[in-house]
């Protein structure tokens, strides 16, 4: 796959504009995520292991949340949380809370835009979701920066749950996944799919490796780190914020 240079990649705007249009697609699992391998699992694993680290979670933040599919199968595990959902996309914040209202008696709050630039509370949130969305971050500065806010806002004791598309740090294995993700997207859907989502990841994506970013979180301050998943090209990883003694 060719990649695009950073300063070509997709603006902030360009992928709004892209989610915007694309609602009805990401309301079902089963062609939002089509092109994510084990993307129902790796939902289910964070989900739950977030259910298992924070059993009695009160405040919920969705980053990304497209149309609220992980914050509704967060609901499935711990009922009635207080749901702060974060998206780029105004029509995917409006479905995710059309959907999400009807699952829970906890408050609500939507909030639009880009998490670099986001106002959010600090030592707030039990459990923080980021599913198919850290990719869009870009330079070393972006995954830093986001990391620190992300832990800055999670209360002591508080997960942060990722699910993401990720590269590779040894260059010979890097083409290896790469070959088997295009090998499962065209039997997902033919070589013409692949080059579509190949065409979309090198213009849109900038992924981080799961070695990098689980090193990020510990040089930010989450306490432990632990490998989910990983299948090819993506993968499922948390990191815990200390309890204060």
Not at 43 to 59: G, M, Q, Y
Request: overall charge negative; aromatic content about 8%; glycine content about 6%.
């Amino acid at each position: 796959m060719t990649n695009v240079p950073i300063g070509m990649k997709s603006t902030v705007e360009e992928i709004r504009q892209r989610f915007d249009g694309e609602v009805e697609r990401f309301t079902d699992l089963n062609t939002g995520q089509i092109s994510i391998i084990d993307a129902k699992y790796s939902l289910e694993l964070i989900t739950e292991a977030a259910k298992r680290l924070v059993p009695h979670a009160e405040n919920l933040l969705d980053v990304g949340c497209g149309a609220g599919n992980c914050t509704l199968t967060m609901l499935q595990k711990i009922p009635n949380l207080n749901c702060t959902l974060a998206d780029l996309s105004k029509p995917m914040l409006d479905r995710a809370f059309e959907r999400i209202s009807s699952q829970t008696e906890g408050k609500i709050e939507t909030v639009q835009g880009d998490i670099r630039n986001m106002a959010l509370r600090e030592n707030h949130f039990d459990i923080i979701l980021a599913s198919a969305v850290l990719h869009h971050l870009r330079d070393d500065g972006d995954w830093e920066n986001v990391f620190a806010k992300l832990y800055r806002m999670l209360k002591p004791g508080g997960c942060l749950m990722i699910s993401d598309l990720i590269s590779h740090d040894i260059g010979v294995l890097t083409e290896y996944f790469w070959q088997k993700y295009a090998d499962y997207l065209d039997k997902t859907g033919g070589q013409s799919y692949r080059q579509k989502v190949f065409d979309y990841v090198a213009k849109e994506d900038s992924p981080q490796s799961i070695t990098r970013q689980l090193e990020l979180m510990k040089k930010t301050g989450f306490a432990s780190v632990e490998i989910l998943h990983k299948n090819v090209c993506f993968g499922a990883f948390c990191g815990l914020k200390q309890k204060t003694v």
